[in-house]
């Protein structure tokens, strides 16, 4: 997603339910709407939030937006594959079109094939020979 994208579903509420946390570490769904000071204790992790500490984590990714990687995951045979897009990408803020979820239409994708954590992977970037067509 763009770095516009990314901000209008911040503020959407669509991730309003995120969690807050890592590994094994989670604070609860809907953390995103509290405030480092009001999760973490007293200390090193909490103080590096500097005078971000009493925004909501949803203001520090406002805050802090980003463009950001996509990620769709599909099945070729029984296969996982995941296409992926950077938010700087041609591709960014592209939907997959309806009739591919329903089943109804598929796809063709032209990317760059690799393996990422033991599954196959398609990357979509700015290289003229990439592309995607819904037959």
């Known amino acids: 997603m763009s770095k516009s994208k990314t901000i209008e579903y911040a503020k959407s509420g669509v991730w309003d339910t995120a969690e807050v946390g890592s590994g094994a570490t989670r604070y609860g769904a809907g953390s995103i709407l509290k405030t480092p000071a009001q999760i973490l204790p007293q200390g090193d992790k909490l103080e590096r939030f500097g005078p971000d500490k009493d925004l909501t984590y949803k203001e520090i990714l406002i805050k802090y937006a980003t463009a ?7 099945k070729k045979g029984n296969t996982d594959v995941q296409i992926r897009t950077s938010g700087y990408a041609k591709f960014s803020d592209e939907k997959i079109h309806p009739d591919v979820y329903s089943g109804s239409k598929t796809i063709d994708v032209t990317g760059i094939l690799s393996i990422y954590s033991g599954s196959a992977q398609f990357t979509l970037v700015d290289e003229p020979a990439v592309s995607v067509k819904v037959n």
């Open 68 to 74: 950001n990687y996509a990620s769709h995951y599909f």
